[in-house]
């Protein structure tokens, strides 16, 4: 099993900035990727930004340039780093661990971008 836990939303203003993170435990040897998802309200989860184990990194277009995804492996840590926030980013940001058997996620994080 893998546990996954979210940490570091909040509230901050439009152009301000957040940094994610996501702690990782238990059986992590088969975690192929890392990745951040985000789910506003009445709308679908979706793929902002993930990382694989050998470091290569993928963004959904409307967080290219803003968000940063980055890995700490002594940590067992995943970060989001977040700049230049708009309203739009506000969301429920979940952590999500994937190998080839399985799919684990965390509770989620609340980021709420204000205008």
């Known amino acids: 099993q893998v546990q996954l836990v979210e940490s570091g939303g909040g509230l901050v203003q439009a152009g301000g900035s957040l940094r994610l993170s996501c702690t990782i435990s238990?059986?992590?040897?088969?975690?192929?990727?890392i990745g951040w998802y985000r789910q506003a309200p009445g709308k679908q989860r979706e793929l902002v930004a993930s990382?694989?184990?050998?470091?290569?990194?993928g963004y959904q277009d409307s967080v290219k340039g803003r968000f940063t995804i980055s890995r700490d492996n002594a940590k067992n840590t995943v970060y989001l780093q977040m700049n230049s926030l708009k309203p739009e980013d506000t969301a429920v940001y979940y952590c999500?661990?994937?190998?080839?058997?399985?799919?684990?996620w965390g509770q989620g994080t609340q980021v709420t971008v204000s205008s």
């Open positions: 999500n661990a994937r190998s080839v058997a399985d799919n684990y």
């Open positions: 238990g059986s992590t040897f088969n975690i192929d990727t």
């Open positions: 990382i694989s184990s050998g470091g290569s990194t």
